[in-house]
């Protein structure tokens, strides 16, 4: 008694008069006229301190000013996000539990893994992340650039040592698509987050990483970028080029962004999309948000939803043509 | 030269109220049995983020030490490791404890956990750059065979009767530990098509399973009216302890190395610190019999090595942004959300923050000192809750705990079963150490194989891979040096039995109709049949990368259940222990029904409620207790307001959504 009543009062002065509102299962909502008069939950398929954690929370800082309720994150971390995401399937369509999602596990997954959600398991509220996938080597490389990397290829199919974050995350489907696209193979080794294959890199045990710009940018001079898998050079890496402009059309990136449950009433879906819309064309927004070393694509409504399906289409063919699918 | 520069920083009151209250927080948590260090973290990241950065991250750096330490209270007060990183204090701490000796091994325990930490801040402070550099040495092949070496560390936890269950139990840990989807082919394994399977068995929830809710029901197991055990006077002991801890001062810095060294490499946390530390002790020590019977060196050792493992997994951390530990993984967003990436900038742009966040880390070793000596006689205390309130509330607290690990009501059930099993472990004489054991080393193990096996066919020679690395040779020489030298002791000691028994009784094989139904022989039989089937209808389907391991796994299982059946052939027959079975099996099936009962209809809290009035009711009947009306209005008030006091604590200060049911 004595140890909860210490953790209690303890708790009680570190966070100050923290009144966020009790949050229970999502309860009967009357219509959607004053949606939302409860607190809404945002799942995240990442532990906190995750870098999807850390934006979604900046993101819900703001939600309160928008919403008149707050926007409560719960952690739903494991199986490389489908514990959250099976999770979310299941949800009441009501509005008041949201997901955080990311592009393109939540499109990839469901084809080659059995999991409960499908692509078509998320109405994609409004979009705030963009990371495009880039391949790096270490300064030592004989490798100086991604022709170098392609001939070498090449001539040594599955000799050169490729890692990635795991296996049908976007770093993967860039190599995927680069083998395809220049006719090469490579030796893939999935690691677990874009941390471990880092170190990998670092260390020396792999020979090329494919990797998020937003981590590799930060490394400056442990590693060269050979190529950005976007359809223009990126603005901090101007000197980069894409795999476009060498002649393979090698376009992934990690997105970020928030979606609704399938079978979420229409005018709920438009009052979420129009409220995070907001939040994320304001100022002091993209300012933490860029602080945090988040690379923004604002993004909402009808063109997101085409965005959608569109790298849906192409990542199902993908994996079909490469065999990935059964 | 940054480190005097910022001295002075420490002086702001803000950051010493910070640091006392992050280090309470962090003490209350890891004692808590079912709530580990980085799920505090976890749950404090958020409140971070309006705090100034030298606050938010010394906050959770005072949590992260405070919880690692505070595991050891709830391990040598009821045998149940209150952090993942105290599993091995239990091995010393209980029995200590048990002697009536509970405040000396709290005073020893928190002494040792001081300066282990105290080491490993220095390390962070003066030597990160280039100590992170060994993070980066540690590919698959280092991974895997300081994995394998982990598993040699089995022969710690037991006598030679158990050695032999005790290395099952490691088989039965790893094959656990493979449930999931492969991670170098994608391939599901043993997930019986239930999704929540797919991301294999969360380690946290399997550890509050074998270890408290297993002593749980070992609780109902010995049921009595009183307290668990008596405590000496609290007088003198602090100085008493303190000068055993710099008696051992060798073992101390050692261990304190060691933890250290163990938290750079990535992944492996204080865990795998506190065991490999443990072994290490009972290796060279003097008296390696005594281990196990509740003697200092073997709290100092796992102690002092786990909360070193705090500033040894910040290094690689704060150098190259990779975690050592699963909470610096954690603590990472409470660096990114104040727009701090690791790396160098850390240590030039932002070398103001960084070490004044370092030194703070130091001074919150002295107030987990201070917090620590004034806490334990209180901590204490808990010992005189009535038994038939104790186990109850353990069992609530491992499913308000595990459900909090993230948010997901299948690791409760995940955690019922795994106490049950470590339960059965228990009474089949196996340690539930090993299993956990298995557990924790077998994703690093499976991880290093595979990626190892993958890099060196590029290079030609898959196996050769493993044997290029200076680190992997001292490696396996120290796995060659290991098992040469339990097998070495194992001879020597039943050569000396033999010699002395001789005079006495002749020892024969017992005749194998009476042996067939014995303890022992069910084990072997288990085993071996479990192993076969699994291996048979199972293992050998699946593809040949994912079915690698677990294919090895179960082929040794049935190996070492034939090896069990032969020598303890040679022990005498242990009669059954009569145990109360019903009243355990009342007990798991009354939990099982508060768990879906609250999942589904009444919610937790409500369900909580109605469990603790239960339970202590129904054992006052077991225990022929009196029953007065009174007697429950107490009962009935304890238990509201404990639940209330969870309510506070998760719904309105920390955000879990925990289950309502349909009534909320």
Known sequence: ?326 | VEVISVLGNLLDPSLIIVLFVGTIIGIVIGALPGFTPTMGVALIVPFTFTMTPVEGLTLLGAIYGGSVYGGSIAAILLNIPGAPASFATILDGYPMAKKGEALKALYIALVASVIGGFISCIALLLFSPPMAELALRFGPAETFWVSVFGLTVIASLGTTKELVKGLLGGTLGLLIGTIGISPTTGTPRFTFGLPDLTGGVNLVAALIGLFAFSQALVYFEQLKDGVLMALEKVKGILWKSIKIVFRHSGLTFFSGVLGTIIGIIPGAGGQVAAIISYDQAKRYSKNKEKFGTGISEGIIAPESANNATMGGALIPLLTLGIPGSPTAAVLLGGLLIHGLWPGPDLFTVNADVTYTFMVALLAAQIVMLVCGALGIPLFAKVLKTPQYYLAPIILVLCVFGTFAIRNFTFDVYVMVVCGIIGYLALKAGIHPATIVLGIILCPYLERGLQRGLLLGEAEGSSIGYFFTSTISWVMIALILFSITATIVMEIRKSRKEKREQQTSVQRENIPFRQYIGSKESIIAIFFLLFGLFVYIFYASRLEQEAGLLPGSVLIIMVVLAVIQWFLARKYPITPMPGLPWKLLIEVCIVTILFIIVGQFVLGYYLASVLFLIYLPIRLHRSLNLSLSPRRVGVISLVSILFILILYISFSLLLNVPVPGGILF
């Open chain 1, 1 to 326: 008694m004595i140890l909860t009543f210490l953790f209690l009062t303890v708790l009680t002065a570190c966070s100050g008069s923290d009144d966020a509102a009790q949050q229970t299962n999502t309860g009967n909502p009357s219509g959607s006229g004053d949606f939302p008069n409860q607190p809404i939950q945002m799942i995240v398929s990442y532990s906190a301190g995750a870098a999807t954690d850390t934006q979604a929370r900046i993101l819900a800082q703001y939600a309160v000013d928008v919403f008149g309720q707050p926007v409560v994150i719960v952690n739903m971390e494991g199986a490389g996000g489908s514990v959250g995401w099976n999770h979310f399937s299941k949800v009441d369509p009501n509005g008041y539990t949201i997901a955080a999602y990311n592009l393109p596990h939540v499109l990839s997954k469901p084809l080659v893994e059995n999991t409960e959600y499908t692509p078509e398991t998320f109405i994609p509220l409004a979009n705030w992340g963009y990371d495009p996938v880039v391949f790096g080597v270490l300064p030592n490389s004989p490798y100086q650039t991604i022709d170098d990397l392609i001939e070498a290829a090449k001539s040594n199919p599955e000799k050169i040592t490729i890692g990635n974050a795991g296996l049908y995350v976007g770093q993967h489907l860039a190599i995927l698509m680069l083998e395809e696209e220049a006719g090469i193979k490579f030796q893939n080794i999935p690691f677990d987050g874009a941390a471990d294959a880092q170190a990998a890199l670092l260390g020396g045990t792999i020979d090329v990483q494919a990797g998020n710009l937003s981590d590799m940018y930060r490394l400056v001079d442990q590693v060269r970028i050979l190529a950005v898998a976007a359809e223009e050079r990126h603005k901090y890496l101007p000197d980069v080029p894409t795999f476009m402009e060498r002649g393979y059309n090698v376009v992934m990136s990690t997105d970020r962004g928030v979606a609704a449950v399938d079978g979420t009433p229409p005018e709920v879906v438009e009052r979420l999309t129009d409220g995070f819309l907001e939040i994320m064309n304001r100022e002091d927004f993209q300012a933490d948000m860029e602080q945090a070393g988040a690379d923004l694509l604002i993004m909402g409504g009808e063109e997101l939803q085409q965005e959608f399906e569109q790298r849906a289409k192409m990542i199902k063919d993908l994996l079909t043509r490469m065999g990935h699918v059964k």
